[in-house]
């Protein structure tokens, strides 16, 4: 019986722990979206809590100021993730069925790139795109995020694919399948919650990078939301309401996408092969 006690104190302690660790994870969100429709007196008079009346002109009034941003950032965000997406898929799959010289040595050389520090690459980007005549525009912004993201998604799907049943491959190439077919027809659907963690973690960087897009855009009106949402608070530190609405409309995408694709994103942390 008091071993019996004894568990039942640990599991209560455990759930203790947990309960306390998700409200400090949810509630700066859930500070964030209350903060957003609330006026300047509702925010001073209740700072932590929902205020009534909700104040839906919030949203109406920020939504012109951060649209720009936010359509800009899907642009970039979707031309960045479907790039990496398709090379990688090729890419992995290369490293994890063929044999060919130096495959170990050029995966871990990809794998080193991984280790330098981005702000190293800053200024040989910068140069590059210069010379080429990309500063200013969309490919300036996303071809070096493709080049960034690149290493980390071949990692990813290289180990998805190499942890796919042979014999699975070796009975379709009995069937007359090529490699393509195989690829496209057996690898790419047991391999789904690879890609898409892949999806999950890429749009994260591209939709929150703020560094590259301020050194290789000069025009506001092209600027993603993390670096747009910078002069954004500059122009609404004042109003507190606004300033959480734009807040929470910038985050809205993500949290959309990340809905959807939680349960691939799941399987693919846990290494799972089922769609």
Known sequence: MSMFKRFRQIALLEQTILTILAFLTLYPLFFMVSSSFKTNDQFITNFWGLSWPLNLENYIDVFPAVSGFIVNSIIYTVLTVSIVAV?????????????????????????????????????????????WGWLNTRQGVVLPWVATQLVFATFIMRIFFEKLPKEVFEAARLDGASELRLLWSVAIPMALPGLGTIVIIDSLFSWNNIIWPLVVV??????????????????????????????TLASLPLIILFIFMIRKFIKGLEGGLSV
């Open 218 to 247: 000069f025009d506001r009106d092209k600027l993603p939301i993390a670096p747009g949402m910078i002069g954004f608070r500059g122009d609404y530190y004042t109003d507190f309401g606004l300033l959480f609405a734009g807040y």
């Open 87 to 131: 090379l990688a898929l090729f890419t992995g799959y290369a490293f994890a069925r063929f044999r060919f010289a130096g495959k170990e040595f050029l995966f871990l050389a990809m794998l080193a790139l991984m280790m330098l520090p981005g702000v190293l690459t800053l200024a040989p980007l910068f140069v590059q795109m210069r010379d």
